[in-house]
């Protein structure tokens, strides 16, 4: 008989407190508590972590990478968002 | 180690005429040393390589727990015995990592075990040796390490996304792994005359399994020339099995062993270490499933995986039982 597989969960780390939490990668397991308990295990073996999110990997949503250019191309020409795009005029300071 | 969800191609399959220029582009990228991502389009034979790749690679770190965990019990103290637990579980880490990867390229986990349990997935020959004593845990983290850290380095920069990046993580883990082994032989050929012979017994037995960890010659490798344009493989195994012995006989002499090899000499002019013939009979035995302990390592995984079978069930019923509950109460 085909064994029912454990499902699969993402695991987010935040490392230091004041950073955020990041993606570090993926486990099976039957529910957050394991998951969160096996996270400790796989991925802060050497104190890379003080917190843990799991989350099931089926309720992600994720962009298309077909879409990419539609999505992000438009910053590509708005320049203008950066502080680096303006000219401040010699001797003007504390700007 | 991305989800298995997120990677789903729902694209139809390309016509002739696309999927020439699709791999056309393809190419162009791995050219351009950009990183391939689960979701990309990528060619079928590039896929298939890695599935086996990455999994043969879980696999191996996975049965390559067995025969150091034959010493878990006889470490010698405390101090060892907690250093081999440490190394032992970043290998089942390891395995882990890697079988998130191969994941992502739409294989489950099930099927990867299941081609392990069955005989039909490889695994690195160098684990179906016995450990006969403690002088082979040294020996094994000195030289079973150092060859794995020399093929892994490159594949940090391996052109698919979640195995260079499964990789980058191994390799900060396995540095400590060599070191420690290399240390269990700095103090045994320093010890006694008893120990002393243990140490040059233990590296008589693993040399030149180790050298077999890089693969066949490149004459006859088979995948070399497509792995290497793909990126995937950076070097040669015949390249990286040089760079092996020229740091390691060196190392060698450090302790004042000798690498059992008659053949072996530095050519000054390349400043390389010739050595001797491999036994690629031996080699070929081994891997198809005829080594000193094929059938004791998959035994002993088999009968791991089905004793953990009920534990397996009993947490999913458990799961269930309770998703159940908090959905009734929330109904309430
Ligand atoms: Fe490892
Ligand atoms: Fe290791």
């Not at chain 1, 089926?58 to 250019?69: F, Q």
């Not at chain 2, 010698?76 to 890697?98: C, F, M, N, T, W």
């Not at chain 2, 491999?278 to 004791?296: M, T």
Request: charged share 25%; net charge negative; glycine share 6%.
């Amino acid at each position: 008989m085909q064994e029912r597989e454990l499902p699969l969960w993402e695991v987010f780390i935040r490392s230091r407190t004041g950073l955020n939490h990041r993606h570090v990668g993926s486990l099976h397991a039957a529910d957050a508590a394991m998951a969160i308990q096996n996270a400790r295990d796989l991925y802060c073996r050497r104190q890379e972590g003080i917190g843990i999110w799991v989350v099931e990997s089926a309720a992600i949503h994720a962009s298309d990478p077909a879409d990419k250019d539609a999505l992000f191309d438009p910053a590509e020409d708005k320049i203008y968002r950066h502080p680096t795009f303006y000219d401040v005029p010699d001797g003007v300071e504390n700007i | 180690m991305y989800t298995q969800g997120l990677d789903q191609a729902d694209t139809a399959a390309p016509s002739p005429e696309e999927e020439v220029q699709l791999r056309d582009a393809f190419q162009a990228r791995i050219d351009a040393e950009e990183k391939i991502e689960p979701r990309d389009w990528m060619p079928e034979d590039y896929r298939r390589t890695l599935v086996r790749q990455i999994s043969q690679h879980a696999h191996s770190e996975i049965v390559g727990m067995l025969p150091e965990g034959n010493w878990l019990t006889r470490a010698p103290s405390l101090k060892r015995k907690a250093i081999l637990l440490a190394k032992v579980q970043d290998e089942a880490g390891h395995g882990l990592y890697l079988y998130s990867a191969a994941e992502t390229l739409g294989t489950s986990r099930q099927e990867m075990l299941d081609q392990l349990l069955s005989g039909k997935a490889k695994y690195s020959s160098i684990f179906n040796y016995p450990t006969l004593n403690w002088a082979d845990i040294g020996a094994i983290g000195w030289l079973v390490d150092g060859a794995a850290i020399m093929n892994q380095i490159p594949l940090c920069r391996c052109s698919y996304g979640p195995y260079s990046r499964a990789m980058v993580r191994v390799c900060k883990e396995e540095s400590f792994h060599q070191r420690q082994g290399y240390e269990i032989m700095t103090v045994m050929a320093r010890g006694t005359d008893e120990q002393r012979q243990m140490a040059q017994d233990a590296l008589n037995r693993w040399w030149w399994p180790s050298l077999m960890m890089f693969g066949p010659s490149d004459g006859d490798s088979a995948h070399t020339a497509q792995s290497m344009a793909w990126k995937i493989k950076r070097f040669t195994n015949d390249e990286l099995r040089q760079k092996f012995v020229d740091v390691t006989v060196p190392q060698a002499h450090f302790l004042g062993l000798e690498i059992p090899d008659p053949d072996l000499a530095l050519d000054e002019e390349t400043g390389h270490w010739c050595f001797g013939e491999i036994d690629w009979q031996e080699f070929k035995q081994v891997l198809s499933g005829n080594g000193p302990c094929n059938a004791e390592r998959l035994g002993a995984r088999r009968s791991a995986h089905e004793e953990g079978s009920w534990v397996r069930q009993a947490l999913l019923a458990h799961a269930d039982k309770q998703r159940e509950r908090s959905s009734a109460h929330e109904a309430a």
